[in-house]
Nanobody
């Protein structure tokens, strides 16, 4: 069983920064894994934010966050981070990390991921 624990959410003013962390436990992160961040605002569908391939570190971003958010990983800690800068009110959502156990051909869709964290709230005030 894989467990993911997110942390780092909170309330920040527009233009501010937050760093989210997602620690993976229960299994060793393998080279086949990818990890993603998604978010879901009230009344909206869960949407892709960013992803990183564990082997090689290739990164992928939604257009809405490109240039403001950075996804990274710490192999030794089995942890993925999402550095969020220049935050906007429209970034307000519950942020979830997820694990893709083996590459499915895409990192962009929630149903391509096998395990999910409980979510952490990010609120950006104007």
């Amino acid at each position: 069983q894989v467990q993911l624990v997110e942390s780092g959410g909170g309330l920040v003013q527009a233009g501010g920064s937050l760093r989210l962390s997602c620690a993976v436990s229960g299994r060793t992160v393998s080279n086949a894994m990818g990890m993603g961040w998604f978010r879901q605002a009230p009344g909206k569908e869960r949407e892709f934010v960013a992803a990183i391939r564990w082997s090689g570190g290739n990164t992928y971003y939604a257009n809405s966050v490109k240039g403001r958010f950075t996804i990274s990983r710490d192999n030794a800690k089995n942890t993925v981070y999402l550095q969020m800068n220049s935050l906007k009110p429209e970034d307000t959502a519950v942020y979830y990390c997820a694990v893709q156990s083996s590459y499915t051909g895409s990192y962009y869709y929630p149903d391509h991921y096998d395990y999910w964290g409980q979510g952490t709230q990010v609120t950006v005030s104007s």
